[in-house]
C-alpha cells in the first residue's frame, strides 16, 4: 500500500499509467485486484508506515467475538489507540469507516496486545484450495480482550454508558486473570481500577477470585478522593465512585424493623 522506497518516481508513474497501481493519496497506493477494508488498512498502518495505532476498546471487543449490540449504522467505528495521529488517507480511502483516535490508557505499553491475523473472505476465494498451504491474512497487533475493556472503562460515562460496559462484561466469563491482574498493577488511571471492581463485584466469575483486592495492588491503589463520575448519580463508599441509582447497589442488607 505504501511506496516502495526501492522504487522510482519513474517506475511508479509507469505501474500507474498501465492500471497496476490505484493511487489513494501521496505515495500511498493500491492494486486493483484489491479491495482496502479498514483491516488491511491497519495492518498497514502498523507494519508498513509503523505507526502507533492499535485497534483496542469496543474493536478489539468485537473483532475477538465480544460484541453486546451489533451495529446499527452503515458506517463502522473503528476505535484506534496510539500517539500517532491519524493519516488522512484513512478517510479518503475508506469513506464507510469512521476512525476514532484514543490515547493510550497511561502506564500500560505493550502490555496485553496481541498478535491477530484476518482473513478477507476476498483472498480466501482467490487462493486454489491446496492441502497444506496457509491461506494468506492480513496480521496486526490488538488489544487483548482484558486490555480492551479497561479501554473500554476508560470512556464511561463519557462516550460509553455504565450499562453498556456492564453488559460487555458479562459476557467476559473467560478473562486472563493474570493477564488482569498485570494490567492493573500497570494502569495508573485511578478512575479505570475502580471502575473495574466496582463492575466486577457485581458478578460472581471464577477470575475475579484469583485477583488481589484493589487496595492491595500497589502503593496507589485505589487512589485517594471521591470521584464524581455521572451527576445525580449515588457514591459508593467502597470504591469512592458516583454511580448511576439505578445500579446503585446498598452496603449491606436493610433490617425490617416495622413489626418492631
Not at 16 to 35: F, N
Not at 126 to 137: E, H, T
Request: with cysteine; hydrophobic share 35%; aromatic share 8%.
Amino acid at each position: 500500500m505504501r511506496q516502495d522506497p526501492s522504487m522510482d518516481r519513474h517506475a511508479v508513474d509507469n505501474l500507474l499509467k498501465g492500471r497496476q497501481l490505484e493511487p489513494i493519496a501521496h505515495g500511498v497506493y493500491l492494486r486493483p485486484s484489491t479491495r482496502m477494508n479498514w483491516e488491511s488498512a491497519v495492518a498497514s498502518l502498523q507494519n508498513m508506515f509503523r505507526l502507533d495505532l492499535t485497534p483496542g476498546g469496543l474493536t478489539a471487543l468485537e473483532q475477538q467475538g465480544f460484541a453486546h449490540y451489533l451495529p446499527i449504522s452503515h458506517r463502522r467505528q473503528v476505535h484506534l489507540f496510539g500517539k500517532d495521529p491519524l493519516p488522512k488517507w484513512l478517510i479518503t480511502g475508506l469513506p464507510d469507516v469512521e476512525f476514532v483516535r484514543h490515547l493510550p490508557l497511561p502506564g500500560l505499553g505493550a502490555t496485553g496486545l496481541v498478535n491477530f491475523e484476518y482473513e478477507t473472505q476476498e483472498r480466501i476465494l482467490s487462493r486454489p484450495n491446496i492441502p497444506g498451504q496457509r491461506k494468506s491474512a492480513w496480521p496486526f497487533t490488538l488489544s487483548s480482550p482484558e486490555r480492551a475493556y479497561l479501554e473500554v472503562l476508560q470512556d464511561v460515562p463519557e462516550t460509553i454508558s455504565f450499562k453498556h460496559a456492564e453488559q460487555l462484561l458479562q459476557g467476559m466469563t473467560t478473562l486472563s486473570p493474570r493477564v488482569m491482574e498485570r494490567l492493573l498493577r500497570k494502569c495508573t488511571q485511578v478512575k479505570v481500577r475502580r471502575l473495574f471492581y466496582w463492575m466486577a463485584e457485581r458478578h460472581s466469575y471464577t477470575w475475579l477470585k484469583k485477583l488481589p483486592p484493589a487496595e492491595t495492588l500497589d502503593e496507589l491503589g485505589l487512589g485517594s478522593g471521591n470521584r464524581m463520575l455521572i451527576k445525580g448519580g449515588r457514591l459508593d463508599a467502597k470504591y469512592m465512585i458516583t454511580v448511576p441509582e439505578d445500579m446503585w447497589t446498598p452496603p449491606a442488607p436493610i433490617t425490617d424493623k416495622s413489626g418492631s
